[in-house]
Antibody, heavy 119, light 107 residues
Framework: VELVESGGGLVKPGGSLRLSCEASGFNFRTFGMNWVRQAPGKGLEWVSSIGSGSSSIYYADSVKGRFTISRDNAQNSLFLQMNSLRAEDTAVYYC?????????????WGQGTLVTVSS | DIQMTQSPSSLYASVGDRVTITCRASQGIRSDLAWYQQKPGEAPKRLIYAASTLEGGVPSRFSGSGSGTEFTLTITSLHPTDFATYYCLQHNTYPRTFGQGTKVEIK
């Protein structure tokens, strides 16, 4: 299993960024996927989840209405479109795979991509 | 939303010590809890899932217990590689919620 995030960078407040997570080594279309972030020096915060077929989508209140999670099963890719970015969105963003049994947690993580929101 | 209260937030311990970390859920989550270890600059790594099932390849000095609202991660004999930050995460309902983390430092 390999998850590789990309798309992070420096963006001004109010700007947008699209993160990608390329998956390999497993049947991507059969697993739920997630985004989790970690602000500098802080703990882990769940951001969003999407089911295998994109029919189930969930967001943290802190990003609802500003972030959109999506996936392309044909391209083995997960995305996070981030709009109206704020300083408090500055964090390392990880993509993580759901276990086959969803209630068993996230069993694989990418290395993360850093998003910095600053003027 | 389910709140996960993790304690302590940090602890100092020596190699060979027994360490116990607790997570308390604000409502019952059955056994839908996982424990993660994170070292600086690295992604989290799952140690335990379903409250007490050890991830493959994780040393047996790690163990988890509990169900409902009270959960415990125990390291029976601290190894130098165990100095890290540990998080619990509930997978019972959305939003998923992490504990605040416990940093295990060298005494």
């Amino acid at each position: 299993v390999e998850l590789v995030e990309s798309g992070g960078g420096l963006v001004k407040p109010g700007g947008s960024l699209r993160l990608s997570c390329e998956a390999s080594g497993f049947n991507f279309r059969t697993f739920g996927m997630n985004w989790v972030r970690q602000a500098p020096g802080k703990g882990l915060e769940w951001v969003s989840s999407i089911g295998s077929g994109s029919s189930s989508i969930y967001y943290a209140d802190s990003v609802k209405g500003r972030f959109t999670i999506s996936r392309d099963n044909a391209q083995n890719s997960l995305f996070l479109q981030m709009n109206s970015l704020r300083a408090e969105d500055t964090a390392v963003y990880y993509c993580a795979r759901d276990s086959w049994v969803v209630s068993n947690g996230f069993d694989s993580w990418g290395q993360g991509t850093l998003v910095t929101v600053s003027s | 939303d389910i709140q996960m209260t993790q304690s302590p937030s940090s602890l100092y311990a020596s190699v060979g010590d027994r360490v116990t970390i607790t997570c308390r859920a604000s409502q019952g989550i059955r056994s839908d809890l996982a424990w993660y270890q994170q070292k600086p600059g690295e992604a989290p790594k799952r140690l335990i899932y379903a409250a007490s099932t050890l991830e493959g390849g994780v040393p047996s000095r790690f163990s988890g217990s509990g169900s409902g609202t009270e959960f415990t991660l125990t390291i029976t004999s601290l190894h130098p590689t165990d100095f890290a930050t540990y998080y619990c995460l509930q997978h019972n309902t959305y939003p998923r919620t992490f504990g605040q983390g416990t940093k295990v430092e060298i005494k």
